[in-house]
Nanobody
Framework: VQLQASGGGLVQNGGSLRLSCTAS????????VAWFRQAPGQEREFVCA????????RYGDSVKGRFTISKDTAKNTVYLEMNNLKSEDTARYYC?????????????????WGQGTQVTVSS
């Protein structure tokens, strides 16, 4: 069982990136998936989540209106579309999964974690 996060990189202030979280050994349409991020010296922060059936989403206040989470069950992948990126979005982004889960914001709700992908926004 594995989650592979990818798509990070260096982008200018105001730019966009799309992160991918591809699952292996589990079927994404039975799992809620969340994105968290952690900047150096800071605690890990909830970014957003999508429920196991894709019917609900939840966003942290700092990303509402700029980030969008979605599922592609055919590709067994969850995407995080990030627009209007700011320097404060710079962090390592992690995806996590919880079978039959809802849009929980607590880390403890998720028991499968990916290794993370780095996003750096230059001002």
């Amino acid at each position: 069982v594995q989650l592979q996060a990818s798509g990070g990189g260096l982008v200018q202030n105001g730019g966009s990136l799309r992160l991918s979280c591809t699952a292996s050994g589990l079927t994404i349409n039975t799992y809620a998936v969340a994105w968290f991020r952690q900047a150096p010296g800071q605690e890990r922060e909830f970014v957003c989540a999508i429920s196991w059936n894709g019917g609900s989403t939840r966003y942290g206040d700092s990303v509402k209106g700029r980030f969008t989470i979605s599922k592609d069950t055919a590709k067994n992948t969850v995407y995080l579309e990030m627009n209007n990126l700011k320097s404060e979005d710079t962090a390592r982004y992690y995806c996590a999964a919880d079978q039959w889960g809802g849009v929980h914001w607590r880390e403890s709700a998720y028991d499968v974690w990916g290794q993370g992908t780095q996003v750096t926004v230059s001002s």
